[in-house]
Each structure stands twice: as C-alpha cells, then as structure tokens.
C-alpha cells in the first residue's frame, strides 16, 4: 500500500497523470480530495476533483517502485 499527496496542475497534467496510470490497471489506485473519492484511471473523474488543492492518493495491492517514481513527479 502508498499513501501520498500530489498537486494536479491542469488538464494537460491530468491527461499525462491517466496515461500513466494506465500502466498499472491491476492496481487500484484511488484519488481523494475532501469529500469525493475516484478511480486514478479516470481523467473525468480527476476533471472533477477541485484541482487547485492538493489530493490524496492511495495504491493498493501490486504497488510497484516504478509506480512510486510516477508518484514523486507530482508529489508535493
């Protein structure tokens, strides 16, 4: 399991966060920011999370070092 927190800048930022994400679909990896709670493989879902805030990230099960890498680039 990793916690952390990262900054989604904008939409293009978003975009390049999904794509990667779609690396590790056996991983569920979930994006929460105050109340709402959604699945990091989906750029709808991140478009409607208040990305002028810093948000939670969770990955579950098979968290792999390259997976955590991706996660430092944003981290905050």
Known sequence: MYTGTIM????DTA???V????????TEITLQSGDYSIDAHS???IISLDITKPI???AKGNVSD?????FKQYAI
């Open 8 to 11: 989604i800048k904008n939409i």
């Open 43 to 45: 750029i709808i879902g």
């Open 56 to 58: 939670e990230v969770i």
């Open 15 to 17: 975009r390049e966060f």
């Open 66 to 70: 390259e997976l955590i890498e991706i």
């Open 19 to 26: 794509d990667k994400m779609a690396r590790f679909m056996d």
